[in-house]
Each structure stands twice: as structure tokens, then as C-alpha cells.
């Protein structure tokens, strides 16, 4: 380690130059770093010596990001893979441990604009923290941590990613509503831009308009993404904003999931945004809403996987509460079926002592 060790802290120039380095010798400089680290064996980075000599007590996350990042990968692998361990890797990676206050440290200080550069290391960092929690029962310790990276990488949150999708569905299996707002409330704009691999790119260190032109298909910041990945973080951001009550806002999620476009009838994603869709409209106007305007094979898909929700939302508009109390009943077995997205379906049913409506969404009991 005595003679990598020089190697992989010899960038950023560290106390800083005074006159700071230009973005081209920045990236020629940080991408020779990078090439040393994929070159490096991951037993040298996590070495064979215990305590102070250690790279991760030795490297400052905030200036060496990168060889912290892999050194850091290192001992998680080590650690699940049974091979004689360091102090640190002694452990399975898990919640509490030496590794995961590790993990917690880098995520609170690793330098943004360095991580540009270890796109798929840094993506897999957030995806152990996220794996590490569920085997340990304790998903939601793994919520904030996550929501840091996704938010210290991009403050604008503007550029979908596979790490969204990660995280909302980690948010709706803890039922941690008002942590995922910090991501749901910024507008997603963008999909990572599709670059040609002989095409002129811009240098991931310069100044970026937008988060989507370093978060783009080579850099390795999220998986490839499909539209049923789209369809899915807003369905389930929909889920996350009627846990919280915030009907317009799951509104607007739920239309956008009806509005998208399909190569022919509705997907399931799709057909679960209706009836969710609807449900929602009767508890923000009272009425159902029109259908969102869509294909006409799209809203036949809507109509008729979800005519037992239209009907409900008819008889409540009515008024008829003999009615309404009817096809409830009628429909149990329907809206208690399991959903193939995480929760059941929206469903409704009557308390038994005041007939009282009570709508359910993603275990979400609100009284009307």
C-alpha cells in the first residue's frame, strides 16, 4: 500500500493550487485517477492490515471521493463474500456497523462533482445501503441516506434515474410519506441524455444547465431505463402524496401515468393509476372527474378493467347511499385482492357501526 497510497491521494492537488485547475486538466487528471482504480485489485485496496493503516481511516472522503469510494466497495464486497476479512469487513455490511457509518460518512461528504466520474461505483454504493437495510428488517434507515446522495449529486432531482425508483419504492414499503417529498416535490424534466459513443460530450467537471448532461447513458449513474420505469415512479409517487393526503399533487402524478402514451391498449401500471385515479377525485371534489385525455384504446383499457371504481364513484356522486352501500359490499373480494404493484388496490368498505365510507389507498384510511 506504501507506494499506491501516494498515488491515489496525488489528486485533486491538495492544499489547492492558487490558480485552480481548468476543467480540461481537470478531467485529463481525474479520469488517470479513475483508470488506476479499475487497475487496482480490490485486496490491495482493502489491504491486510487492521486499524489506523486502513485506506478508509487514511482518505478524506471529501477531497479523495473517488479511491475512498472503491476502497469502500472493496470491504462490502469482502464482507458478504466470506474471504478473510479486514477489521472493517469482520461483519456482513449492515445497518450499525463499522462499514455502514462508513458508507453514512461518505454519503455525507463525498464531492459531488468527483462522483460524475464513478457514476455505476456510486450507484452501487446506493444500492448495498438500500439491499443491507431490507436484510436487516430496518429498510427505513436506508431512506435519508439514499435521498442525500440522489439530492447532493443533483439538488434539482430533475433527472430520472434507476436510484428514483430505488427510493420511492423503499419510501412506499416503510410508508415513509413525508420523507419522499424532498424527491417528489422537484419536477423531473429530463431522462439521462443518450449520447453516441463518438459523439462530443461534454466534460462531466464544467458547469451544467441541467443534471441530464452528466446523467446520461454512458456515465453510469442509473440503469438503463424503459417506459414502464417512468409509468412506475409516478405511480407510486401518486401512492406516496395520498399517504400524505395531497390530493392535487397525486393528481398530477396519476395523470401523467393515464396520459402516457402505449404502442396499444393500457398497461396494468396503468389500469391501477385509474383506479386510484378515481378514488382520489372523489375525495378532492366529491364528483368523478373527466378521464384524462388519451388514446381511445388506452381509456376502452381504463372503462372496462375498471368499471367496478366507475361505478362506485357514480352511486357517491348519486347520492344513494343504499346504493353506494350495495355495490361496496358487492365488490370485496375485489378491492382486498393483491395488487401486483407492492400494496392492494385502493378499496373501500363500510365500518359497521355507522356504515360510515372509509376509502383505503396503499393502507391509507382517510374517513369521508
Not at 485496496?45 to 479523495?64: A, Y
Not at 460518512?105 to 457514476?119: S, T
Not at 417512468?230 to 400524505?244: K, N, P
Not at 401523467?256 to 378514488?279: H, W
Request: glycine share 4%; charged share 20%.
Amino acid at each position: 500500500m506504501g507506494s499506491l497510497l501516494p498515488q491515489l491521494m496525488a489528486f485533486p492537488p491538495h492544499p489547492p493550487p492558487s490558480e485552480p485547475l481548468s476543467d480540461a486538466e481537470y478531467d485529463k487528471q481525474i479520469k488517470d485517477l479513475v483508470q488506476l482504480l479499475n487497475q487496482t485489485s480490490a485486496s490491495k485496496l482493502v489491504g491486510d492490515s487492521l486499524g489506523e493503516d486502513d485506506l478508509l481511516n487514511i482518505l478524506n472522503p471529501s477531497i479523495n471521493t473517488l479511491p475512498y469510494l472503491h476502497a469502500l466497495l472493496a470491504h462490502i464486497d469482502r464482507s458478504y463474500n466470506g474471504k478473510q476479512s479486514t477489521a472493517l469487513s469482520s461483519k456482513p455490511f449492515s445497518p450499525n456497523g463499522d462499514l455502514w457509518f462508513k458508507a453514512l460518512e461518505f454519503i455525507e461528504r463525498f464531492d459531488p462533482v468527483q462522483v460524475r466520474y464513478a457514476g455505476p461505483e456510486f450507484r452501487r454504493l446506493l444500492e448495498a445501503v438500500a439491499r443491507a437495510a431490507g436484510s436487516s428488517s430496518q429498510r427505513s434507515v436506508a431512506v435519508i441516506p439514499i435521498r442525500t446522495a440522489m439530492l447532493r449529486l443533483d439538488p434539482t432531482s430533475s433527472c430520472l434515474t434507476s436510484t428514483h425508483l430505488v427510493f420511492v419504492h423503499l419510501c412506499l414499503q416503510e410508508r415513509c410519506f413525508r420523507d419522499a417529498l424532498p424527491i417528489l416535490d422537484n419536477d423531473v424534466f429530463h431522462f439521462p441524455t443518450m449520447y453516441d459513443k463518438n459523439s462530443n460530450q461534454p466534460l462531466l467537471c464544467a458547469q451544467h444547465e441541467t443534471s441530464s448532461t452528466y446523467i446520461t447513458n454512458t456515465s453510469g449513474i442509473s440503469e438503463k431505463l424503459y417506459c414502464n420505469h417512468h409509468l412506475q415512479y409516478f405511480l407510486y409517487g401518486a401512492m406516496l402524496y395520498i399517504g400524505v393526503k395531497d390530493w392535487n399533487r397525486a393528481l398530477l402524478f396519476l395523470e401523467i401515468v393515464l396520459r402516457s402514451p402505449t404502442s396499444g391498449n393500457a398497461s396494468m401500471i396503468q389500469v391501477e393509476a385509474y383506479k386510484k385515479f378515481v378514488l382520489v377525485g372523489l375525495l378532492l371534489g366529491g364528483r368523478p372527474l373527466a378521464m384524462p385525455r388519451t388514446s381511445n384504446a388506452q381509456a376502452k383499457s381504463y372503462r372496462a378493467i375498471g368499471r367496478a371504481y366507475d361505478t362506485i364513484a357514480e352511486a357517491f356522486k348519486d347520492g344513494n347511499n343504499q346504493r353506494l352501500y350495495d355495490e361496496v359490499q358487492a365488490g370485496q373480494a375485489l378491492w382486498q385482492e393483491v395488487s401486483i404493484l407492492l400494496y392492494p388496490p385502493s378499496f373501500l368498505h363500510f365500518e359497521d357501526d355507522d356504515r360510515s365510507l372509509t376509502f383505503c389507498f396503499s393502507r391509507t384510511v382517510t374517513q369521508v
